[in-house]
């Protein structure tokens, strides 16, 4: 169940990160994924994927092969490959610090 904060409002649409997650989470390089709201000046937003992954993973490939299984709204409209996402002593993955750090580098 995804939290209301982290629901994503693309065109009055909402989509689920979890749902998107779950896709990304199928593909055989990705080990871990989270799912953020990207700004986007004509949607709102839009769904920007942060993944950890094995040695020889492609980002664009994984993008594609993703949004290739994705509905309409719910499209990566990019990707980011880290090594470790950021994590709280629990082993939950801190979606705000991933949004700020997308904000920054935006900006």
């Keep these: 169940v995804d939290r209301k904060k ?8 909402n989509i689920y990160p979890s749902d998107i997650e779950a896709v990304l989470l199928k593909h055989p ?6 799912v953020i709201a990207a700004p986007h000046d004509e ?28 509905g309409r709204r719910q499209r990566l409209t990019g990707l ?7 994590r709280n002593p629990n082993g939950k993955i801190l979606k705000r610090e991933l949004k ?3 904000l920054a580098e935006r900006s």
Excluded at 29 to 34: E, G, K, N, R, Y
Excluded at 46 to 61: C, I, K, L, Q, S
């Design 6 to 13: 982290d629901l994503i409002l693309s065109g009055g649409q």
């Design 29 to 34: 390089s990705v080990t871990s994924a989270a």
């Design 43 to 70: 949607w709102g937003e839009t769904p920007f994927a942060v993944v950890e992954v094995t040695e020889d993973a492609n980002g664009d490939e994984i993008m594609a092969w993703a949004n290739e299984k994705l």
């Design 80 to 86: 980011h490959i880290v090594e470790s996402l950021p």
């Design 100 to 102: 700020k750090s997308l």
